[in-house]
């Protein structure tokens, strides 16, 4: 049991607990009090090394919040976050600045996320630059030596995400959206990071191309053993790229599992209005589900519904949904559900089967 316990933690490269966020924000005329508006509420997740956790939920229900709190750049209000057995939220300036580097992010937009006055080649390699910097007292390597490393390796990052050795002279302008995200890749790569937090990467981007570039980070994960937080609001966009699937809604995980799981038997009824809206090849599923309409926009953030905070929305929804916040429970499907109506075996209140 201790030794399965110890391989538990070798294996688990993210941990993040009760994580919370909160802005201040302000309302109303001349005697306005400050509010505050809950970007996230008591979320928990892990996630081990080599595999995908995907956070999933519509615009607003603050998966970049949680992401940005876990790289500390923004501060959260509760919580814990440990990275490779490392306390990251106690860290120090220094400390910081050097763990940073084993955290990279690629963006939604490969664009703005690049600086367009940099040739390719000094983008990939920025990173690197930036960590010689930070672990200069340290290094007894010459910098001519370190140089040469840092074009060994650009080199070689240019032709694990496909790009050709002459596109290293050209600038972000010069590449199409699928290239300039092949770029942002190479550039996260760069310092070899324990986790990489992929925020929407393929929205911005032709349906043909996002492809293209899922199964890159999947090949990149197979080679290189890599960990990733891949935020999406599109479920159809994570069914082949994840293990595991925490969906968000206002702030906090209403579902929480492995991705079969969850794709074929969603409890939750957001979880399941989302995965009806996904297109689907498969006819056996496109039969045994049809499209669930949430009404309306997601409410107010700073004056969230008393109870259940999805129940303004919720096709299912009982008078008894608003009169306290259901807890994330473990069903004994496996998963765990934030849904009164939920039952112990993990049965659905949404009917899926036409
Ligand atoms: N710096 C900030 N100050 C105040 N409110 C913020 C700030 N950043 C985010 N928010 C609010 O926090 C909530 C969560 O936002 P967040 O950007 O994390 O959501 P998201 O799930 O990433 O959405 P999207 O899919 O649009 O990127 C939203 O209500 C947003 O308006
Ligand atoms: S608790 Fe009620 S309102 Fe909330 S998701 Fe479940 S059924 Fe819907
Ligand atoms: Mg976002």
């Not at 370190?146 to 995400?161: C, G, K, P, W, Y």
Request: aromatic share 6%; with cysteine.
């Amino acid at each position: 049991m201790e030794s399965r316990q110890t391989q538990d933690e070798h294996d688990t490269l993210l941990e993040v607990e009760n994580l919370t966020v909160r802005f201040p924000v302000k309302r109303g005329g001349l005697f306005r009090k400050k509010q505050w508006l809950h970007a996230v509420d008591d979320i928990s997740f892990t996630i081990k090394r080599g595999e995908t956790l995907a956070l999933v939920g519509e615009s607003g229900s603050g998966k970049t919040t949680a992401a940005l709190a876990v790289a500390r750049l923004v501060n959260a209000h509760a919580g814990h976050v440990h990275l490779n057995n490392q306390d990251f939220l106690a860290l120090d300036d220094e400390q910081l600045r050097t763990a940073r580097a084993g955290l990279q992010f690629i963006f939604q937009d490969p664009y703005s996320s690049l600086n367009p006055r940099l040739k390719a080649e000094a983008i990939v390699r920025e990173p690197l630059e930036s960590l010689k910097s930070s672990n200069r007292q340290n290094s007894g390597a010459s910098d001519a030596n370190t140089s040469q490393d840092h074009d060994r390796i650009v080199d070689e990052l240019f032709e694990a995400v496909g790009l050709r050795p002459e596109q290293k002279k050209l600038f972000p302008h010069q590449f199409s959206g699928g290239q300039r995200q092949r770029i942002g890749i190479a550039r996260a790569l760069a310092t070899e990071p324990a986790l990489i937090i992929c925020d929407e990467p393929v929205s911005a981007l032709d349906v043909a191309v996002q492809a293209q570039i899922l199964n890159l980070l999947r090949k990149l994960q197979t080679d290189r053993n890599l960990t990733y937080l891949f935020i999406s609001h599109d479920l159809g966009v994570v069914q082949h790229m994840c293990d595991t699937i925490a969906v968000m809604y206002m702030g906090k995980i209403v579902e929480y599992a492995d991705r079969l799981s969850l794709f074929n038997n969603p409890q939750h009824p957001y979880t399941a209005a989302l995965l009806s809206a996904v297109p689907s090849v498969d006819r056996n599923r496109r039969s045994k589900f049809k499209r669930i309409l949430i009404p309306g926009d997601m409410p107010d953030a700073i004056n969230p519904p008393p109870g259940c905070r999805f129940s303004s929305r919720c096709p299912a929804a009982q008078p008894a949904c608003e009169e306290s916040q259901p807890e994330l429970t473990a069903k004994k499907s496996g998963h765990l559900v934030a849904c009164h109506l939920v039952s112990e075996t993990g049965e659905s209140p949404i009917h899926f089967k036409r």
